[in-house]
């Protein structure tokens, strides 16, 4: 109906779109499907099929609120090169550093310590350098508290997830009739 799919997304010049937040109605039922489509439509632009599971996520610090208090704010800039937004947050030692567009300052890290998990601020999408791949912040529980965390000091609010809705999808259907050549 509406999406629209035929976008160029050559230009990074997006700025500040998603700041339609009407305060004044906090139902807590009621955003979620409008939420959702933003969610969809960033997803959408970039994605290339994150993996559902990663085997350094081991080394991800325990999740408690001491370690959840230490995610900085999202614009927080490069602590190397100060370049001041979209950044990426260690998620093992919460260390800010710039893309690898920037200065590979995040990159670096991950040369020089392994520290190899990754939240992006610009989308909150997390990489795995050691796995060169996006990780399924949706299906990873381990990833989720310190998603919501960058979550919710971006945009103010919890992120809407939708495993249930995947679920649902893909049980329920389990004919196993005949041969269906
Ligand atoms: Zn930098
Ligand atoms: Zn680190
Ligand atoms: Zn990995």
Known sequence: MSTAGG??????????????????????????????????????????????????LGSLPPAGAADLERVPPPDSPCSRCHHPAENW??????????????????LRHYQETGHCLALSFSDLSVWCFACDSYLDVQAILELRPVYEVAHLLKFGERPPFRSLEVLDLSTGENRSSSSGS
């Open 7 to 56: 976008e160029d997304s050559s230009s990074s010049s997006r700025k500040g779109k998603e700041k339609q937040g009407e305060s004044g109605r906090e139902e807590g039922a009621e955003w979620v499907g409008e939420v959702d489509l933003g969610d969809l439509c960033g997803a959408a632009a970039g994605w290339v099929e994150a993996r559902t599971s990663c085997p350094h």
């Open 89 to 106: 947050l260690c998620l093992i030692c919460k260390d800010v550093l710039c893309s690898r567009f920037i200065n590979k300052h995040m």
